[in-house]
């Protein structure tokens, strides 16, 4: 994340979270609700929520809880209309000023790959100078519950059926592609 160009930043110093929670709401004003629809092919997004709470984690680190509630505008990919959707984000990630876990071999099983469990959480995140951009939290966490392909509700494609395309094809002698090597090796034998 941290290399990564994201088109809503909303910059907070980490430092500032020591000893106790912090609750954060961010909302984009309407250039970063743009941006955002801009950036990940809506066709608008008409309202965006944040609602974090900001914990010390570890000596130095931050762990981000809460959720993000975004009114959406897509376009469908079967009809091509445009529809109205709402995306709840549950959010529960940790950062740290460096990443202190380096991978070790215990990490690794008997044939030497590495194990991942899928329900625990994810190693922390890299806070780059004492700042965590929420911005590019929220625009990732986003991006990654949109569905690529969006359907407006109810709407199903209605492609022909195998069968339909089988008998709609006309009967030719295709040659086999094994054909043509065949009669390059009779033509090298000759």
Partial sequence: MATADFPY??????????????KLVVEPDA?????IADSYDLRSVESLNADFVLKPYRKAGLRVVGTITAQ???VCVVTLEPFESTVTIDVDRT????SERSR???????EGEIEIDL????????IIDGVLDLGAVISEELA??????????GVEFDGPDEDDVEAAA?????????????ALKDKQEN
């Fill in 9 to 22: 930043s909303y910059k907070i110093n980490a430092s500032r979270v020591v000893d106790k929670d912090q």
């Fill in 72 to 74: 959406l505008t897509q």
């Fill in 104 to 110: 070790k071999i215990r990490d690794l099983n008997d």
């Fill in 119 to 126: 329900e625990s959480l994810d190693p922390p995140d890299v």
């Fill in 95 to 98: 950062f740290e000023p460096h």
């Fill in 170 to 182: 006309p009967e030719e002698d295709k040659p086999s592609p094994f054909a043509a090597l065949q």
């Fill in 31 to 35: 250039a970063g609700l743009k941006a």
């Fill in 144 to 153: 990654l519950s949109l569905d690529p392909f969006p359907r407006k509700p």
